[in-house]
């Protein structure tokens, strides 16, 4: 016994090792860097929540924090939603050749984040594809305006650039089921919605919590695409912590700004869990 | 983006992966990519200087000499704008020559980080324009060199475009804040460039820039200009394109979209505010831990030279440091460049910014990133 866990110890070692190296040790030196003040180019270390009160009394922190939240939770539904039929028809309908099917859903996977995000810039852009069709069409007179620069763009490009990561996982919990218990059900009488919302979509809730955490997160503090097709009224968190460490020159208060990122993810996606949890509940 | 032009760019050999690259380093993506490329550089050993710059500064014109020297180019590692530059440099990325301009020296010399650069080692420092280098905080504790080596200087100021922007009267910067226009007008995405141009809008002095009077009053007209605004980018290709394709009438530019758009034939001009325009020289600082000064020389050397001007010059319309750079071209071609054979006719009649604290730089960026995010 003593032996195996020893064993245990010795495989966990290296991964314990990377982990406190480039995660542990950069987030402890992040939180002291956090309580610290910028003057001139020099830190002032006197470990005070200055940054921290600034955050979360003016307006500009706690607008740009609730608006990347509300925008990254805006792109994961819209992806989720539609990731699931998708994943759904590659799981039940699809019976040859699914690895190219998975290739073929994962393609744009293939090429560079920037370049999927440069793509839409093309498609929503004054003269992008979108505008020139609608105007051959004669069914504008001008270019719209709102395709791109705009909070919808962030969100269509977002949930286009990240949807592998929420596809992947509900493909592979779905495609997980046991399908002699979708055929009980069929025996049983249940009729094919109730036979999905009784039986598909419980035992698929693992993938869709996942791939909706996976899409989640990193998105909150995306600057790429807000920074390529959001304009002046898109800009979002991540934006200004970049700010911080290059231009803007505060380093502490980027630090501060990630923090509070880091912690009202963890509140969002706490509450999440506990959504999920209550739905279950009442559904049994 | 524009798809008839990008097929065309295509067509003509011309869009090249330096004006894509160059696109996403302007947006702020530069710490991702170009992390790698000169730190590849220096592991080769290749005994090459790393060149710190804009974007576009990075082509083979510029560095003709060094080439015939040395049979390659220098390496390079380009910033969105200096102080993303600085903050690398500071966080001890080493490059051995960085391009800011003449009102930053100061501040930047108090990092400690740059060196003073020996003129004697510079074979066309003679014909470089005095008035260029010749500042109190470029001299000062330089060892008899300079700090900051000039090598372009222009003007910042409105390209608009001629057909679809109605002027009423006279140019002058109101061009920016003209409501019949809301939502086409294009900025700057630096305090560098924008404060200093909104302070002439609001008609501060610069030597009184320092004052909360003028931060209120610059402020306030940078608020009331941005529900104008289509964007804020120091992407001068995003610019150009929205200009060229009429997404925006005016925008807040350099000299060289000007002249690239007229290139293009796109019916523009560079405007000669009646306020006076923001004007601006830029040069090169040496670190003072370069590993490799000399080849930094050489690549100095290399930029004061009158084929790296005539490039500059010719292609960019950005005046340049040589002075024989300017009896290349007449004085219509200069005019047409709106430069002059006096750089001080340029320079004066405008406005020079003045080197303000790292404090003051802190507090203008601050509140002009508040701007931006609409506070």
Request: proline fraction near 4%.
């Given at each position: 016994m003593r032996h195996e866990s020893l064993r245990g110890l010795l495989l966990l070692t290296p991964a314990l090792v990377i982990l406190g190296v480039t995660v542990a040790v950069p987030f402890l030196f992040m939180g002291a860097m956090s309580l610290w003040t910028q003057i001139g180019f020099d830190y002032a270390d006197d470990w005070s929540l200055r940054n921290f009160t600034a955050i979360l009394t003016e307006p500009l922190y706690t607008t740009l924090l609730l608006r990347s939240l509300g925008m990254a939770v805006a792109a994961t539904f819209v992806t989720v939603v539609l990731a699931y039929p998708m994943a759904y028809f590659l799981a039940f309908h699809v019976r040859s050749n699914k690895l190219i099917w998975l290739i073929i859903i994962t393609l744009p996977f293939w090429t560079s984040y920037l370049l999927r995000v440069f793509a839409w810039r093309v498609i929503l852009g004054y003269e992008g594809v979108i505008n020139s069709g609608l105007m051959e069409l004669g069914l504008i007179g001008e270019p719209l305006q709102f395709l791109l620069y705009s909070r919808t763009a962030v969100i269509i490009t977002l949930a286009h650039a990240w949807a592998a990561f929420a596809f992947l996982p509900i493909y592979v919990s779905l495609e997980k089921i046991d399908k002699s218990v979708l055929e009980a059900s069929a025996d049983l009488g249940e009729p094919p919605l109730m036979r999905f919302f009784r039986v598909v979509l419980p035992l698929s809730m693992p993938g869709v919590i996942a791939g909706t955490f996976l899409m989640f997160i990193p998105t909150v503090g995306d600057y790429v695409t807000p920074a390529l097709v959001g304009g002046p009224d898109a800009a979002m968190i991540g934006n200004l912590i970049q700010l911080q460490f290059g231009t803007v020159n505060n380093w502490p208060m980027g630090a501060a700004l990630a923090i509070t990122m880091?912690?009202?993810?963890?509140?969002?996606?706490?509450?999440?869990?506990?959504?999920?949890?209550?739905?279950?509940r009442w559904a049994r | 983006m524009k798809i008839p032009s990008m097929i065309s760019a295509a067509k003509r050999g011309t869009l090249s992966r330096r004006a894509f690259t160059q696109s996403l380093l302007a947006v702020g993506i530069v710490p991702v990519i170009s992390q790698v490329a000169p730190q590849r550089a220096r592991a080769s050993g290749t005994g090459h200087a790393t060149v710190f710059t804009w974007g576009g500064f990075d082509v083979p014109e510029l560095y003709q000499d060094y080439v015939e020297k040395h049979g390659e180019l220098p390496d390079f590692a380009i910033f969105g704008a200096p102080e993303d530059g600085l903050t690398r440099l500071r966080s001890g990325f080493a490059a051995d020559l960085i391009h800011p301009c003449m009102g930053d020296i100061p501040r930047w010399r108090s990092t400690g980080l740059f060196q003073p650069i020996d003129?004697?080692?510079?074979?066309?420092?003679?014909?470089v324009i005095p008035d260029l280098y010749q500042e109190p905080h470029n001299l000062e504790d330089a060892d008899g060199g300079v700090w900051q080596v000039p090598f372009d200087w222009g003007q910042t100021s409105i390209t608009y475009r001629t057909d679809l922007y109605d002027l009423e009267g006279e140019e002058s910067w109101d061009i920016l804040w003209d409501e019949r226009y809301a939502g086409r007008i294009g900025m700057l995405a630096t305090g560098d460039d924008a404060w200093w141009c909104a302070a002439i809008k609001a008609g501060?002095?610069?030597?009184?820039?320092?004052?909360?009077?003028?931060?209120?009053?610059?402020?306030?007209?940078?608020?009331?200009?941005?529900?104008?605004?289509?964007?804020?980018?120091?992407?001068?290709?995003?610019?150009?394109?929205?200009?060229?394709?009429?997404?925006?009438?005016?925008?807040?530019?350099?000299?060289?979209?000007?002249?690239?758009?007229?290139?293009?034939?796109?019916?523009?001009?560079?405007?000669?505010?009646?306020?006076?325009?923001?004007?601006?020289?830029?040069?090169?600082?040496?670190?003072?831990?370069?590993?490799?000064?000399?080849?930094?020389?050489?690549?100095?050397?290399?930029?004061?030279?009158?084929?790296?001007?005539?490039?500059?010059?010719?292609?960019?319309?950005?005046?340049?440091?040589?002075?024989?750079?300017?009896?290349?071209?007449?004085?219509?071609?200069?005019?047409?460049?709106?430069?002059?054979?006096?750089?001080a006719d340029i320079l004066d009649a405008g406005h020079r910014s003045i080197p303000q604290s790292a404090e003051w730089n802190a507090r203008m960026n601050t509140l002009y990133e508040q701007i931006k995010a609409g506070f």
């Open positions: 880091i912690v009202a993810i963890t509140l969002v996606g706490l509450m999440f869990l506990a959504l999920m949890y209550g739905l279950r | 003129t004697s080692r510079l074979s066309n420092w003679a014909d501060v002095p610069f030597d009184q820039i320092d004052t909360d009077e003028a931060f209120e009053a610059i402020a306030a007209v940078l608020r009331a200009q941005r529900p104008l605004v289509r964007t804020y980018t120091d992407d001068t290709t995003s610019l150009n394109q929205a200009l060229a394709s009429g997404e925006m009438v005016a925008a807040m530019t350099w000299n060289s979209s000007a002249v690239e758009l007229t290139f293009e034939e796109v019916p523009v001009r560079f405007a000669q505010p009646r306020e006076g325009a923001l004007t601006w020289v830029c040069g090169f600082m040496m670190t003072r831990d370069a590993p490799n000064p000399d080849s930094a020389y050489d690549v100095l050397d290399a930029l004061l030279s009158v084929s790296a001007g005539e490039f500059l010059t010719g292609d960019y319309g950005y005046g340049h440091s040589n002075a024989r750079v300017l009896d290349l071209f007449d004085d219509e071609d200069l005019a047409a460049l709106t430069l002059s054979r006096d750089p």
